[in-house]
């Protein structure tokens, strides 16, 4: 409940203990048949970070934040793009999660499945063709608070059919 | 990382409070552009449940467990389907991470993409042709025990490029 969409973060930086930690929390989702078809690029490098924005019109905060994880899928090991985006939605979540808990701010920012993102950030980060950049998430001390919000909607819910 | 795929439940009945409140989780999730294209069947009829296993291999846990949760996407909504088996993924982890914290057992099935599990969930359930089964996930008391398991893999996490 305390996960918000966090956008702006104070220049206290993230240690790579704690981007190890949010990694193994990521690595501790559930995967069809168990496939793990994941593969996590860490950024750091302030030039690369900062071309992002070129690219991708909501990730202004790439800018500010001092690390960022790009998680990515491996279309060999998981051929379904169904489950691919299933189980990599799932470990970006457990590690947004995992961030909230160790007291940092994430956003999520989608990347597949538009080409005008994927390409460029193929290019930026030298990323072969089988494996799928998934979801961008900047990572750091929020500078901003935002309150607990309850997205329950019963309208949603239904009992035994629809 | 106490979460793990629990496949036998005792007779206990799990509340509806309890179910709510995995709702509450699964709704909280964050969504593309925020447009929550979610939609839940909460399965209590036994004969509904029993008849899973007759098209879904993995299911036979279904005949055990109490309640079931299915998760649906509309594609009238999202029509990306990336961001909503995205969404979906990201919504069915928080509802698995919360019954975790209750104390309850899930194990997430894969419906979509296999067009043969989602023709027949949608007729079991009169699910109409816009919305999307996506994941199905029957919960109980678990009657087995699982240890943690640690599926960090330093060799899937890259620096600043591939």
């Known amino acids: ?3 918000r969409s966090i956008r702006k973060y104070t220049d206290e930086r993230v240690t790579n203990e704690q981007v190890s930690g949010l990694l193994k929390a990521a690595m501790n989702a559930p995967t069809a048949r168990n496939l793990r078809p994941w593969h996590f690029i860490v950024m750091r490098d302030r030039e690369k970070m900062d071309r992002v924005p070129s690219f991708h019109a909501y990730s202004q905060m790439m800018r500010e934040a001092t ?3 790009l998680v990515c899928g491996d279309m060999k090991v998981q051929e379904r793009m169904g ?8 470990a970006t979540q457990n590690l ?3 961030a909230t808990e160790m007291g940092l701010g994430t956003v999520w920012l989608g990347i597949y499945p538009r080409e005008e ?7 930026l980060l030298g ?5 799928l950049p998934f979801s961008l998430v900047p990572i750091g001390y929020p500078a ?3 309150p607990i919000r309850d ?5 949603r819910v239904h009992n035994d059919g629809w």
């Open 96 to 98: 947004l999660l995992e």
């Open 127 to 131: 990323i072969p063709d089988h494996i």
């Open 1 to 3: 409940m305390r996960r």
């Open 117 to 123: 993102r994927m390409g460029p950030i193929r290019d």
């Open 83 to 90: 489950y691919l985006s299933a189980d990599l939605g799932a």
């Open 67 to 69: 690390v960022a994880v």
């Open 151 to 155: 997205k329950f909607d019963p309208e």
């Open 144 to 146: 901003e608070e935002k």
